[in-house]
Each structure stands twice: as structure tokens, then as C-alpha cells.
């Protein structure tokens, strides 16, 4: 019936509000994010749905759902650019054993030709009685390069003013422990959005999600995170702190100090983990440099680190040298990233 159980009445279903005018396209991923376990329990192998069943579902919503103004919340899944997505040759995917088809590189036999997603957003948005289809389930950047055509599609007509992206860090050292691509990719992918916004004449932002805390990441690394943020204009607001979870490769690399991603013995390469409060705090607030409760924290940090260079009131500088929020400026309420126009810190697009 796409309502709520009777049961709850007239009371207020946030999960129910997300999903209500969404459309689920497909289930897996063969990603193999080390901190993730949507491989483990919905397979590698992506299971996508016919264009002509989804289809129907957007009718049914149109029809059905209670609400409905002609907008799709979003046409996605676990990832929202796997639909169709998979090996080239069957008898080399049943015997395949990687762990992830995109890391550290994109499989040569992997299909990454997206245009058939493209014929399917185009054929969403014109079904009657839709206006527009937005696509917010996170996408797989790295993908979305292989097809410009795609990328053009979805900056142009699905993007509600912000698209969520997870490059997760900066830093090789973490990113190697994730098994996520290097930052390039982000860039590449940045430069395709920023061009296509243009072309369409839009002002629209990338969200980029980052994790504090992961099994491999140094003190140094999240430094290094948070002067990009500054650079690059970035406040993060909500941001994920690693958290050990049933069936993620990341989970074993919490509890053993020890890299499964290679050979495991008595010469298996040890991992940095952090599990102290202290720390854990810390690599939080290098995320969230911009917040006012953060800077004393990160202060004491900087000096025992020896780069009290970064500690200043200048635009250069990644906190202040004392404890102040400049007049007119929000400390804390801001979007998940909120990109700043302070001197020395651009606006970005992205």
C-alpha cells in the first residue's frame, strides 16, 4: 500500500519520510570497503531489477503514495551506478576470488559502461506524471568517470543542489586499509561535475563524507585531512567515527593490530588502532576543526606534534591562537559540509 502499518496512527516516521518516494533498482556491491559488510550479506555479484519492473514501481508510487508531488526521491541502492554493472565473462566470475572488482584498480573485466543507467533515469523522468528524478543514494565516483556521459546525465537533471560522494580520507595510509581509491579520483570526478554545473548553469556542491578513527589512520594522517578541509573550503558537520561492526574486514583489523588484506603470520604487517577515548576525540576534532569546542583539543595536539605553525589567527592557520567565534559567524549549525567563503579558502563547487 506504500503507507505505514496502521498500527502507528498519525505518529511521525522519519525512515518512512526518507524512503517514501524512492525506488530501490538493485541490492550488492562489489565495492569491498574494508568498513563495510554490504558485500558480506548482499553479495558480490550485483542483482539489478528489469527497467520495466521499476518502472511500474514509479507508477505505483505516483498512484498510491499519499503526498506524491511528481518527485522521486531517489532511483539507487547500496550504490547508486552498479545497476547492470558486473564481470564481462561468467566462468571468470565464478572463479574469481578478489576481494573488491575496483581496488586497487578497476578490473579490466568489469563492465563500467553506464549509458543503460542513463536510459534509465531518462525514462523515469518522463513517465507521466513524474517532474523530476533525484538520485541520492551514494555514488560510486570512481565509476562515474568511466562514463562522462553519465556523469553529464546526472549532474545536469538528478542533482538536487547537493550530491553525496565518500572518498573516506585523503591519505594513502588509511585509504589502503579501506581499500578505496586515492583522492585523484575524487578530483577527476570534481572536475566532470564543476563542468557539467556550469554547462547547465547550476550552483551545486559535492558532500564529501570522510571516517575518523579507521584501523591504519595516524595522528598525522587526520592532520594532513583536516588542512585539505580547510583548503578546500570544507566545514564538516556530521561526520562518521569508525565503530567496529559484524562481518567488515575493518572489524579484524580493530581487533588483531593486523593487516588481513595481505599474508597473516608471525611477520603479518602490524596496524595502527585506535581505540583510547583521547584519540578517538582527537581524530573527530581534526575533522571538525572549524568548532570552537574543538580548539583546545586540537591546540595541544598541534604542539606536541611540533606544528604550531597551524596555530594562529590568519587564514593559514587551522585554529585560532585564542578561544573566539568571529562576530556574524555560525560556530556549529551547519549542512553536512558547509563550504565556507572566508579569504584563503575559496568557495568551492565541490
Not at 132 to 153: C, H, M, N, W
Request: hydrophobic letters at 30%; a positive charge; charged letters at 25%.
Amino acid at each position: 500500500q506504500r503507507v505505514p502499518h496502521p498500527l502507528y496512527g498519525e505518529a511521525r516516521i522519519p525512515a518512512y519520510e526518507m524512503i517514501q518516494h524512492s525506488i530501490n533498482i538493485m541490492r550488492g556491491c562489489f565495492g569491498g570497503c574494508t568498513f563495510c559488510s554490504i558485500t558480506e550479506h548482499e553479495g558480490r555479484i550485483i542483482q539489478s531489477r528489469s527497467e520495466a519492473s521499476i518502472i511500474r514501481e514509479i507508477e505505483a508510487v505516483r498512484d498510491k503514495s499519499p503526498g506524491f508531488t511528481g518527485v522521486i526521491s531517489d532511483l539507487g541502492g547500496p550504490t547508486a551506478n552498479m545497476w547492470r554493472l558486473g564481470c564481462k565473462d561468467r566462468e571468470t566470475e565464478s572463479k574469481c576470488r578478489r576481494l573488491s572488482c575496483v581496488y586497487p584498480g578497476i578490473c579490466s573485466n568489469l563492465n563500467t559502461d553506464q549509458m543503460p543507467l542513463v536510459s534509465l533515469y531518462r525514462k523515469a523522468s518522463e513517465t507521466n506524471g513524474v517532474k523530476k528524478v533525484l538520485i541520492a543514494s551514494g555514488l560510486r565516483y570512481d565509476l562515474a568517470v568511466q562514463t562522462p556521459e553519465y556523469v553529464k546525465e546526472l549532474v545536469t537533471e538528478h542533482v538536487g543542489g547537493y550530491l553525496k560522494i565518500a572518498p573516506e580520507h585523503t591519505e594513502t595510509g588509511p585509504l589502503s586499509k579501506m581499500m578505496k581509491p586515492g583522492i585523484g579520483t575524487y578530483d577527476r570526478f570534481k572536475k566532470l561535475f564543476d563542468q557539467y554545473s556550469k554547462a547547465a548553469g547550476k550552483e551545486q556542491y559535492l558532500i564529501p563524507y570522510f571516517i575518523a578513527g579507521h584501523p591504519g589512520t595516524t595522528d598525522k594522517d587526520m592532520l594532513n585531512l583536516a588542512c585539505w578541509l580547510k583548503a578546500n573550503g570544507f566545514r564538516a558537520d556530521q561526520v562518521q567515527n569508525f565503530y567496529p561492526s559484524p562481518m567488515a574486514t575493518a572489524t579484524a583489523m580493530y581487533y588483531s593490530a593486523r593487516n588481513p588484506l595481505k599474508r597473516v603470520g608471525r611477520s603479518a604487517e602490524l596496524v595502527s588502532v585506535i581505540r583510547k577515548g583521547g584519540q578517538r576525540r582527537l581524530h573527530k576534532a581534526f575533522l571538525r576543526y572549524h568548532d570552537p569546542q574543538n580548539w583546545p583539543l586540537l591546540r595541544e595536539a598541534l604542539t606536541k606534534m611540533g606544528r604550531k605553525d597551524l596555530i594562529g589567527n590568519g587564514d593559514v592557520h587551522l585554529v585560532p591562537r585564542t578561544q573566539f567565534v568571529r562576530p556574524g559567524r555560525r560556530s556549529g549549525k551547519f549542512f553536512r559540509t558547509q563550504h565556507t567563503g572566508l579569504p584563503g579558502n575559496p568557495r568551492q563547487k565541490g
